[in-house]
């Protein structure tokens, strides 16, 4: 098979795995090195859909021996295959490179034979590119669930950031929709790369010339959607990842059906990405803003609105806490108010010490008076037309726009599939969660 066909093919089946930020790390070149991971030094460009792009996103092979009923690359499929050599896979990121067309690579792979084969085939690209070509640009590895810890440590040594996916918000849907995968083979390695990095963390403070391990951390993706699994479950599980296995950031991917199974949602419903969206703010809120996953949603109200992005909806739900006074809050109360994100609030506590701030002042300060006006006042002055708990506020807050979903893959087929079921979609970049 000619390499620009394997590229094409293993291009395509990378595109299901979002977690591929390229952040977390900063390495300037050094002479006789090739690239470097400055943040500066990352060049990036959009996709059709918003999306970030800087890496070359690729599986070492899209060849499976799971069956998982929610994956695209699953045994059972009869689809094209393809699997790059080691030395196929280095030559390629290194030609790219060299063209500018990125600045990393993110690598990930389908399971041949089982974890550890692919791992070694995995770690052979990493020290092509690391030792052979003395590669200094930013690597991201997905870490096989059932690896060994041997090829774990070997991976993290080399590669920038590493991931390992949890797949499904429960261990009764994994048993369901991949029963080959057990969740203690996703988890042991989570554990162990959680305490190689805190280890790197440890010997970084006392010398510079410590072995580095995952020096960016580690993440993971949860697909939603393709199991009744709540959004309450979903961003408690992430609430335990983060404080169990201090992940940097736990990604969420919409399911797009693509088969038929029993237990999945039929071809023809994907799920609204306005959902995934919202999950997204909800899990910035709980990294940034001190809130709890129970605060957001319970048991009893276990669906984020779709309506309202979730700091407002929770401030609708609680009028008993606002208006809040600017001049006299403390930041963690600053910081619930819709509309004020984190650096404006710190603005807010930095310019009360030099005056008192009137309402013209705020959005001076970065604040978003369209939200916040409801929910604060400045100097005793209320700029709101409708009180906190006034009964219109919910649809007067509502960023609903109608706009058609922005097509997640750039495919004929699957803009086919999007025509037909059209969902709103907020018109907001997934890196500005914040306010």
Avoid at 37 to 43: D, E, R
Avoid at 112 to 141: C, K, Q, W
Avoid at 355 to 370: C, P, Q, S
Avoid at 383 to 411: W, Y
């Amino acid at each position: 098979m000619e390499l620009v066909e394997k590229l094409t093919i293993l291009g395509d089946a990378a595109k299901f795995d979002v977690s591929c930020s390229s952040s977390g790390t900063s390495r300037t070149g050094d002479k006789g090195t090739l690239g470097s991971a400055a943040a500066g030094g990352i060049c990036h460009t959009w996709s059709a859909d918003g999306r970030c792009v800087s890496l070359l996103k690729v599986l070492m092979t899209n060849v499976c021996v799971y069956d998982c009923a929610y994956c695209q690359n699953r045994a059972s499929l009869d689809k094209p295959r393809a699997t790059f050599t080691p030395q196929e896979l280095a030559d390629l990121t290194i030609d790219f490179y060299r063209r500018n067309y990125i600045e990393g690579l993110f690598l990930s792979s389908g399971v041949l034979v089982d974890a550890n084969t692919t791992s070694e085939r995995m770690l052979r690209v990493l020290e092509i590119l690391r030792i052979d070509y003395r590669f200094a640009g930013y690597i991201h590895v997905k870490i096989i669930p059932g690896t060994d810890n041997l090829l774990i440590e070997r991976l993290g040594s080399l590669a920038d950031r590493v991931s390992c996916n949890i797949e499904l918000p429960s261990s009764g849907s994994l048993e369901r929709l991949a029963p080959q995968k057990l969740p203690s083979h996703i988890l042991a390695p989570m554990r162990y790369i959680q305490q190689g990095h805190q280890r790197f963390l440890e010997d970084g403070r006392r010398s510079v010339r410590a072995p580095q391990f995952a020096p960016a951390g580690q993440t993971t993706q949860m697909i939603i959607g393709a199991t009744p699994d709540t959004d309450h479950t979903i961003l408690s599980l992430s609430k335990r990842l983060y404080s169990t296995y201090k992940l940097k950031r736990v990604y969420f991917s919409a399911f797009i059906p693509g088969g038929t199974h029993a237990a999945l949602p039929p071809a023809g419903s994907p799920v609204p990405l306005v959902r995934e969206h919202r999950l997204y703010q909800a899990d910035w809120l709980m990294r940034f803003y001190h809130f709890d996953a129970d605060e957001l949603l319970e048991t009893t109200r276990p669906t984020l609105s779709l309506d309202v992005d979730p700091k407002c909806d929770w401030a609708l739900r609680h009028p008993e806490y606002f208006p809040v006074e600017v001049n006299a809050a403390p930041l963690e109360t600053l910081l619930r108010i819709p509309g004020v994100g984190v650096t404006s609030a710190q603005r807010i506590v930095a310019a009360r010490r030099q005056g008192t701030i009137a309402l013209e002042h705020l959005r001076k300060l970065g604040i978003v008076m369209k939200r916040a006006q409801f929910f604060l006042t400045a100097n005793g002055k209320f700029a709101g037309t409708l009180q906190p708990g006034h009964a219109l506020l919910r649809s007067h807050l509502a960023d609903g726009t109608g706009i058609s979903q922005l097509s997640l893959f750039d495919t004929p087929e699957q803009r086919a599939l999007e025509a037909s079921v059209r969902t709103p979609l907020l018109a907001v970049p997934r890196a500005r969660l914040g306010s």
